[in-house]
């Protein structure tokens, strides 16, 4: 599975756009890109995910480059709850690899007031 | 949708008992359920995953006979830690494997004193 490096920590002006970045240049072509965060003390919770397409849902957009060697999660209008780590993950779907997630350090986003 | 829940949501036990935790997806079935922990300020550490109807599959360094797990639902999976030492204190996360993902219950903190 593809290494990914994120900075360790971030901070974002609540209102603000977060852009938080991800580096996997190993990542294979069968290989999604993943985001979670896990906000102190829950389970990780599911932001989005990507192939080759920049993708967009009710919490954020991810943009991916053409050659696929990083990607930026975006929080449009972060509030003090995106306050959390993000983690991005490349995955491996389908043939008996069940998804499987391995968790690097992640990022740190604070959102101050 | 997608909601997979845990139980119990923390638990103290003494030094050499043992310690279920129930780990239910709610509004889908599951074959595949996966059990990881994770020590304060650390990241999370996949322990095993777990098939419905079949023995879990454990990652290296994780002791099968001290954390078992079952998985006799599409919709259960049970985590024992038996013999609890004070050291296997942690947080204790499972998933469920759904559609596009894995999904994760709130966690379950475990003291052993």
């Known amino acids: 599975d593809a290494k990914t490096t994120q900075p360790p920590s971030m901070d974002c002006a609540e209102g603000r756009a977060a852009n938080l970045p991800c580096n996997h240049s190993t990542i294979s072509g069968n290989e999604y890109v993943y985001w979670y965060r896990q906000i102190h003390s829950q389970g990780p919770q599911y932001i989005i995910h990507g192939l080759k397409n920049n993708e967009t849902n009710e919490m954020a957009s991810l943009i991916i480059t053409e050659d696929r060697k990083s990607s930026t999660l975006i929080l449009p209008h972060a509030t003090l709850r995106d306050t959390a780590v993000y983690y991005c993950?490349?995955?491996?779907?389908?043939?008996?690899?069940?998804?499987?997630?391995?968790f690097g350090k992640g990022t740190l986003l604070t959102v101050n007031p | 949708g997608a909601v997979v829940s845990q139980h119990p949501s923390w638990v103290i036990c003494k030094s050499g008992t043992s310690v279920k935790i129930e780990c239910r997806s709610l509004?889908?079935?599951?074959?595949?359920m996966f059990w990881y922990r994770q020590f304060p300020k650390q990241s999370l550490m996949l322990m095993a995953t777990s098939n419905e109807g079949s023995k879990a599959t454990y990652e290296q360094g994780v002791e099968k006979d001290k954390f078992l797990i079952n998985h006799a639902s599409l919709t259960l999976s049970t985590l024992t830690v038996t013999s609890a030492h004070p050291e296997d204190s942690s947080f204790y996360i499972c998933s469920a494997l759904g559609g596009s993902g894995q999904y994760f219950g709130p966690g379950t903190r475990l003291t052993v004193t």
């Open positions: 993950i490349g995955v491996r779907r389908g043939g008996g690899s069940n998804y499987k997630l391995t």
């Open positions: 509004d889908f079935q599951a074959t595949t």
